[in-house]
């Protein structure tokens, strides 16, 4: 099982380079969210999406953009890296909630960016 | 808004003793507390979790606790084992709805456990 699969695993960019981290699960869930990891900072979300089409703010939107055409795919959009944007990613999915309660989110394994 | 606190920053124990990792949140809006631990190069994964209609939740070594009116809920490992040193979270849920959903995390916790 791929469970969630995110790409590249690791990237340097320079100030004022823009990219786009992709993020795909193959376990038909609705939400997707990504979070940076920053040291001593724990997860941060950066937006989250409830289902195909629909997309929100989390904590830390800006400086980054996204998508949901698909419900397999959920790619994050830095347009101007800066040195602040140094960071290790994290994409995740869950199924939702439901009437046997709320599920567990699935976490990629990371893209560590490097802005210089 | 929704917000979650996590103490301490980091716990260093003997190899047996038991752990104890604390979080608050700040919205009652919030009805699921789920923790996850991180390993060294890797993705968090789900440990255990809890809804906020339960006051405690027990799977072996591993303990949830959840205080509604204080807002608070707590991971206790018993007995630890270095296996058990790893970067843990706690997060808290928010909306009543389907239609929300929205994931917060704690700022994380370091655990060392010395053999």
């Not at chain 1, 629909?54 to 830095?78: A, H, M, Q, W």
């Not at chain 2, 260093?12 to 809006?29: L, M, P």
């Not at chain 2, 809804?51 to 707590?74: M, Y």
């Amino acid at each position: 099982n791929a469970g969630v699969t995110q790409t590249p695993k690791f990237r340097i960019l320079k100030i004022g380079q823009s990219m786009t981290l992709q993020c795909t699960q193959d376990m038909n869930h609705n939400y997707m969210y990504w979070y940076r990891q920053d040291p001593g900072m724990g997860l941060k979300l950066i937006y989250y999406s409830v289902g195909a089409g629909i997309t929100d703010k989390g904590e830390v939107p800006n400086g980054y953009n996204v998508s949901r055409s698909t419900t397999e795919d959920f790619p994050l959009r830095l347009e101007l890296a800066a040195p602040s944007q140094t960071s290790v990613y994290f994409c995740a999915s869950r199924r939702g909630e439901g009437l046997g309660g709320d599920t567990e989110a699935f976490f990629g394994q990371g893209t560590r960016l490097t802005v210089v | 808004g929704e917000n979650v606190e996590q103490h301490p920053s980091t716990l260093s124990v003997q190899e047996g003793d038991s752990a104890v990792i604390k979080c608050t949140y700040s919205d009652s809006a919030s009805n699921y507390f789920p923790w996850y631990k991180q390993e060294l190069g890797k993705g968090p994964q789900l440990i255990i979790d809890i809804r906020s209609n339960v006051g405690e939740k027990k799977d072996q070594r591993i303990a949830v606790t959840l205080n509604k009116t204080a807002k608070h809920f707590s991971l206790h490992i018993t007995e630890t084992q270095p296996e058990d040193s790893a970067v843990y979270f706690c997060a808290g849920r928010w909306g009543g709805s389907s239609n929300t959903g929205k994931l917060i995390f704690g700022q994380g916790t370091t655990l060392q456990v010395k053999p």
